[in-house]
């Protein structure tokens, strides 16, 4: 008689490393930073490098002081800096989004014992972070590379000025480095999804009921509703940060749920909130049930005792 071997996960190895993945990140986000260099002028250089040497450099020290295995060669201390670059403005004091990478790595993620057991996305709490903590940081007006302030859609809507959609597109307007550009934001997330580095279901999910709750909100116009879909940072949390590993579901169930649960948040938000963008609070606010939605989704162990 044939026996079965039993032994402990995991079962199934591939030749992927965090490395590889992270590496696919940093090529998909290369887009939106090109995008937001071209769009905001050469201070986006600036930003960027602010947070991706003091991201580096806080994780090194870190496990310097700790005389912990070095990490920074896995490539996941780079996407963090680059994502919180992303997310801010050009014109953002550089010491500030050095503070704001500093404290992604060693608060949210060093202290809670490294890559994969932080509880949270680091880029996108530092982004709360410094947003409710620096003025300098909200990006409802800051000048474009030809030198003129533009209002961010969001902010515009409110006047009722929203700019056309191929503008929001091709991202010609106020906003974050890496959020304006929806055409290089899916560039980057269509080549996620063929590298097998995301599924489609949570950002598509995402993105999809923020324009069903949009449009059922407001007097149902699609047009509207689908200008809201492209301000703001909807497009590059969705993509980038909301698909994160560690901190989202791993169920496609598990996912839908944390989509429209974020949808509801960001709405929510944008039409009765202090702040006229949600995003980052929702992917915060959805991070923190991940563990509950996995629990709710997660399959049940073939041969596993009842609990």
């Not at 295995?69 to 992303?86: F, N, R």
């Not at 680091?122 to 007006?141: D, H, K, Q």
């Not at 989202?248 to 989509?259: D, V, W």
């Not at 909130?273 to 709710?296: C, H, K, Q, R, V």
């Amino acid at each position: 008689m044939a026996t079965l071997q039993i032994s402990t996960s995991p079962h199934i190895h591939t030749p992927r490393t965090t490395r590889k993945i992270m590496l696919d990140v940093l090529i998909a986000l290369a887009p939106a930073a090109i995008a937001g260099t071209i769009i905001f002028g050469l201070r986006s250089l600036l930003v960027i490098a602010a947070c991706v040497i003091s991201t580096v450099g806080s994780e090194y020290v870190f496990n310097l002081i700790m005389k912990r295995k070095q990490t920074i060669g896995d490539l996941s201390a780079a996407v963090t800096g680059l994502l919180l670059a992303l997310n801010l403005p050009a014109n953002v004091p550089v010491w500030q989004a050095v503070v704001g990478g500093i404290f992604a790595i060693i608060v949210v993620k060093c202290l809670f014992g490294g890559i994969g057991k932080n509880l949270v996305n680091p880029a996108i709490t530092a982004r709360v972070f410094m947003l409710v903590s620096f003025a300098s940081c909200s990006v409802s007006a800051f000048p474009v590379a030809d030198a003129v302030s533009t209002a961010t859609p969001l902010v515009a809507a409110g006047a009722g000025n929203m700019p056309s959609i191929l503008t929001l597109f091709l991202g010609t307007h106020g906003g974050a480095i890496g959020e304006t550009c929806v055409l290089a934001l899916l560039l980057g997330g269509i080549y996620l999804i063929v590298r097998g580095v995301i599924t489609w279901h949570l950002p598509v999910v995402y993105v999809a009921a923020v324009f069903l709750f949009t449009f059922l909100l407001n007097g149902f116009d699609a047009a509207n509703a689908l200008s809201m879909v492209l301000s703001g940072g909807l497009m590059l949390g969705a993509i980038f940060m909301a698909t994160d590993y560690v901190t989202s579901p791993s169920t496609a169930a598990g996912k839908a749920i944390f989509g429209v649960g974020a949808a509801v948040i960001t709405v929510m938000i944008r039409f009765w909130g202090t702040y006229p963008e949600g995003t980052s609070f929702a992917i915060l606010m959805m991070n923190i049930l991940t563990p509950y939605i996995d629990s709710w989704t997660s399959h049940k162990l073939f041969g596993g005792a009842k609990a």
